[in-house]
């Protein structure tokens, strides 16, 4: 599958700090205890929010995410259940620690400890990848017993994600859905790829732990000290670590790495099912390259590419791990 030569990590365009409305800016000021004299607004990300490392006259620093209940209410309610999520989870795990939010002017604020680090380079570099993969293996641990406090928030699992919203490939062959253009070799597959989409609900609905939901190298930071941090705890849900492990390791796989040896040592995955891997890759397939085509033109293009390059390195792992190459 070819894509559009989007840089991995391209965001689309955030607002700046000077287009917040004035009084939204003396608040956060006024939280932060000090003037802002410098914004460093994130490159990364699919969303059209305020989100920016925040430099404060007294030496502070911290990350803010904002939304206007005007036009963007879908963020204002992501954000927010994104700072629940923070506010709960166990003290020590490698995540940004929530500091305050606010509701000012119409708008919706997350603030949370900055970290002075980058996204992930690519191509993958091994040592970074080792890292986060091992990272995220300490999440998955800390996450398997989850506390009380964190699944009070009524988190949904991952089966009834996957029912609802994942699995597309039984729509397309019910004509309910347009077929996305398929490479020749893959195209008399829709029987199969309906079969092991399938075979996801059940799978990972047997796992009571959390996981991130949505981990990609873009939701990930590499500090000064070679330490790995999650960040975009929005889709958190029940289900198992390692539907998180085989979605970061799409980016492994198109990078030219052993996705097919990374995910099979990873801790995560030593009681998944033989064929959890080609069950997920099915799933995100349909469920991206779906995305990607019935798109409306209201959607960023930087989105589309992601859905389209990521569907694409889905399908692609799936076809060679299925010999249908």
Known sequence: ?????????????RPPW???PAALRYAIADRLGAAVVAARVAAAGFTGGFAAVLDAAD?????VKAAASAGQAHLVDSY??????????????????????????????????????HSPLRPWTPAELEATLAGYAEVAAALADP?????????????????????????????????????????????????????????????PGLIHGDLRGDNVLVDMDGRVWFCDWTWACSGPAWFDVAGLLLSAYADGLDADRLFAAHPTTADAPPDALDATLAALAGYYLTGADAAPA????????????????????????????
């Open 80 to 117: 927010a259940r994104e700072a629940a999520i923070l506010d709960r989870l166990p003290v020590g795990l490698p995540a940004p620690r929530l500091r305050w939010t606010l509701y000012e002017a119409g708008w919706f604020v997350l603030c949370t400890d900055a970290v002075d680090g």
């Open 147 to 207: 506390p009380a406090a964190l699944t009070a928030l009524g988190l949904p699992h991952l089966a009834d994600l996957a029912r609802s919203d994942i699995l597309w490939w039984e729509e397309v062959a019910a004509g309910r859905e347009p077929a996305p253009a398929l490479p020749v070799h893959v195209r008399g597959r829709l029987p199969d790829l309906v079969e092991l989409e399938s075979r996801l609900p059940r799978y990972v609905a047997r796992s």
């Open 1 to 13: 599958m070819s894509s559009p030569p989007t840089p991995p990590h391209a965001g689309v365009p």
């Open 18 to 20: 000077s287009a917040l």
């Open 59 to 63: 030496g502070g620093r911290v990350f």
């Open 298 to 325: 209201t959607v960023p293009p930087h989105l589309t590419a992601h859905r389209r390059r990521s569907g694409g390195q889905a399908l692609d792992w799936l076809a060679r791990r299925q010999g249908w190459a």
